[in-house]
């Protein structure tokens, strides 16, 4: 069962939610702050983060960058305020999902899993990993993709990119030049099977672009079809 | 605000008239003081210059007939009779008269009288000849006026003689002076009249500039710019009417600013207090599977509590979400993400997610495809059809209407079998915690759920109708754009097929910018 760490300042819903996903059979540690999360998180080693994003000190959108910073662990910012900007900032902050509170205990561990899943890269069978290709690794103009190893590269360096955006760019470069509405790719990538938003997938590609493009404003890899979606390429 | 375009059309045609009204004001005025003047002038002096030359006329004559006439011996022979006319005809200084003499119906031989024949008139001969009185008449000779003056003799004992003595001299030099002044007044009328438009234009710009100015103040009011202000110059009665109109905009601004800081308040206090339940809801709410679950091994008294307090958290939990909802919408805070989706698939996908599919009869034709937020959609149809599952009866049916070929409106009906909406209910069916069964004081729904939709639906530009079906059933209709890509936009799906030519560099911008501009156009049309 994965080990979740819940980062929450109210003591009621750090309760709550603890019990919630204890009796769901989770390990969970949890913190009320965010400086006592980043300490928790070396010796817990949890699988997953629900991150409040109203937090005392440091607040959820910088402890989400501080975690981002040096490890690939998802993350769901859980928040009161489902305003567009908070939202939009937290998946900006490198969220994976985002879950607004109340909610109920059966939806937390939907989305979890739904995350989980997702982040749980060798698992996923997208077509390119199911043929073996002639060569381990594609590689399309600077950019390295090992399917089977999950290693992104760019001029010779390993990319360090968030489980999301992995995922993202492993489905978009399986079939280059075939475009995806925002409701496509939330229902392949983030698993979203109701109408999920899709702020969630602007604030990842967005992401991406910063990490594999050259120059994020002109991306050469990840390109908008305005009015429809995204493609990979052409290149 | 629909009077706003009449003001505008009228104002001008107003100013037009305004304008002529005063200008052919001044002009008749002036037209008649300077006529009026002109004629008494004319008359007076005319007057004066004739009455002038006649006295001297009359007199001089007096004078020569009292010096010449004792000398005449009497009774006169007819060459008496002549050289008195040739006495007095060469007597006449500058003055070029003619003279006849008569005496007791004798005239003088001369060479006929009085040149041109002129008759002299009888009531001047029998003034003269019978009663022995001095008299003149202006006559018309020929188109000129002369003045012909008749004068009896008196004897030196002043008895009446039978001699008379006519005169009749022209009166051109008089009649030209009276000319002049009738020219003079004509050449002075016509600047005068001139001067006086000039006037009349100034005028009435010095009266309509502020009008004007008045009016566009107006028409800025009415477009909102409460903070528009007249410049207040002088103290006539302009002056006062624009320092009204300042108060009257202050005023307004006032109690606008008022207004709005009130609804502000409101707006914030409701979106405040439902993010304040959020909390506590957020702890409960995790927390009542917990206690369902767990139900069934509690005593039943315990376990009815349990069940009811994890039920109401529920309907708690929806409401604040609902009102959380409202409050983004009255705030003006809903944004919409268009996304091109096929409609039917999209609906299908609202009736999967909630397990309806076997409640449900869809008629959901293929590949209707339009520019639509499809999570306000899932709001709009959920919302609908879980009304007319709970509060109709089945079969529901949920019905697209496959738009004609060029038509910009998507219909989707949903009606159910059920008894209807009662005709005084119909009209507030969208209204916020409108119940339509007063003795049905709590329901499933948080009572927000219609109007939530129908927010849904008008920040789309579309609208929403509720109605009774004739067969039975409540039947409601959503209308909504189709707003689909334009044609010129290129639906890139191949390779080798940029989508911008320049590169990505406005490519996330316009992604961005897309929704924006659309979100902003659906956000006028709400406030329209």
């Known amino acids: ?235 | 605000m629909p009077a706003l375009p009449r003001l505008r059309t009228g104002n001008p045609q107003l100013l037009r008239g305004l304008r002529a009204r005063l200008v052919v004001g001044f002009l008749v005025v002036a037209a008649v003081s300077a006529l009026t003047t002109a004629l008494l002038t004319y008359q007076e002096a005319r007057n004066a210059i004739l009455q002038r030359s006649q006295d001297i006329a009359v007199n001089d004559l007096r004078a020569q007939v009292n010096s010449l006439a004792p000398e005449l011996p009497v009774p006169p022979s007819q060459a008496d009779l002549d050289s008195l006319r040739v006495q007095l005809e060469r007597s006449g200084k500058s003055r070029d008269w003619d003279i006849s003499v008569h005496y007791s119906g004798v005239r003088d031989s001369g060479d006929g009288g009085l040149r041109g024949d002129v008759v002299i008139p009888d009531d001047l001969k029998a003034s003269v000849e019978k009663r022995h009185v001095p008299a003149f008449q202006r006559v018309d000779r020929s188109g000129d006026p002369w003045l012909l003056i008749g004068m009896p003799v008196r004897q030196s004992d002043g008895r009446a003689s039978a001699l008379t003595v006519y005169a009749q001299l022209p009166l051109s030099a008089e009649e030209s002076n009276v000319e002049a002044l009738v020219s003079a007044a004509q050449r002075g009328a016509l600047p005068v009249l001139v001067l006086t438009v000039v006037l009349a234009l100034l005028a009435a710009r010095g009266v309509l500039r502020p009008v004007r100015g008045l009016r566009q103040a107006a028409g800025r009011i009415a477009e909102g710019k409460l903070d528009t202000r007249l410049e207040v110059k002088g103290a006539d009665e302009i002056a006062d009417l624009s320092r009204t109109f300042n108060d009257m905009a202050a005023r307004l601004e006032e109690s606008m600013a008022e207004l709005r800081r009130l609804e502000s308040n409101s707006r914030r206090f409701a979106a405040d207090v439902s993010h304040e339940l959020r909390t506590p809801l957020a702890a409960m709410t995790a927390v009542t599977d917990v206690l369902d679950e767990d139900a069934d091994s509690l005593d039943p008294d315990t376990a009815s509590a349990v069940r009811l307090i994890s039920q109401e958290t529920g309907k708690l939990a929806r409401m604040v979400e609902d009102l959380m909802e409202v409050s983004r919408f009255d705030a003006g805070a809903a944004a919409l993400h268009l996304d091109e989706v096929d409609v039917g698939e999209t609906i299908r996908k609202t009736l999967q997610a909630r397990a309806w599919q076997k409640r449900v009869t869809a008629e959901l034709p293929a590949d209707v495809r339009a520019g639509l937020d499809p999570r306000r959609l899932d709001v709009v149809v959920a919302n609908l059809v879980g009304n007319a599952l709970h509060h109709g009866g089945e079969p529901v049916r949920v019905r697209l209407h496959a738009p004609e070929p060029g038509a910009d409106r998507l219909l989707i009906e949903i009606s159910d079998s059920g008894p209807g909406i009662d005709p005084e209910v119909l009209p507030h069916v969208f209204d916020r915690f409108y119940k339509a069964d007063s003795a049905r004081a709590r329901s499933e729904g948080s009572g927000l759920g219609l109007a939530i939709a129908q927010e849904n639906v008008r920040l789309h530009g579309g609208s929403m109708r509720a109605a009774n079906s004739p067969e039975g059933g409540a039947v409601f209709t959503v209308d909504l754009p189709l707003r689909l890509r334009e044609a010129g936009e290129p639906v890139t799906e191949g390779d080798g097929d940029p989508p911008d030519d320049d590169g990505g560099a406005v490519d996330e911008q316009t992604a961005d910018d897309d929704r924006g501009g659309l979100r902003s156009a659906a956000g006028k049309e709400l406030h329209a």
């Open chain 1, 1 to 235: 069962m994965p080990r979740v760490l819940l980062i929450e300042d109210d003591a009621a819903v750090r309760d709550g939610v603890s019990l919630a996903l204890r009796r769901r059979g989770h390990e969970v540690a949890a913190a009320a702050s965010g400086e006592e999360g980043l300490e928790v998180l070396p010796g817990f080693r949890p699988d997953i983060v629900l991150l409040d994003l109203m937090l005392p000190g440091k607040d959820g959108f910088e402890v989400c960058r501080l975690i981002r910073a040096e490890r690939q662990l998802p993350i769901i910012m859980l928040t009161a305020r489902g305003e567009d900007l908070d939202v939009v900032l937290g998946l900006e902050a490198g969220a994976d999902d985002y879950i607004v509170k109340p909610a109920r205990g059966e939806v937390l561990e939907a989305r979890m899993r739904a995350v989980l899943r997702r982040t749980a890269l060798p698992a996923d069978g997208t077509p390119a990993v199911a043929e073996p290709g002639p060569a381990p690794v594609e590689t399309y103009g600077e950019l390295a993709i090992d399917r089977a190893g999950l290693v992104v590269g760019k001029g010779g360096q390993d990319l360090s990119l968030a489980p999301s955006e992995m995922k993202l760019l492993l489905f978009l470069s399986a079939t280059p030049g075939q475009v995806f509405s925002r409701q496509q790719l939330l229902e392949h990538v983030w698993e979203h099977s109701y109408h999920g938003d899709s702020r969630l997938v602007d604030a990842c590609v967005m992401r991406l672009r910063t990490k594999i493009e050259d120059t994020p404003r002109s991306p050469r890899y990840v390109q908008t079809v305005r009015g429809f979606g995204y493609r990979f390429g052409p290149l």
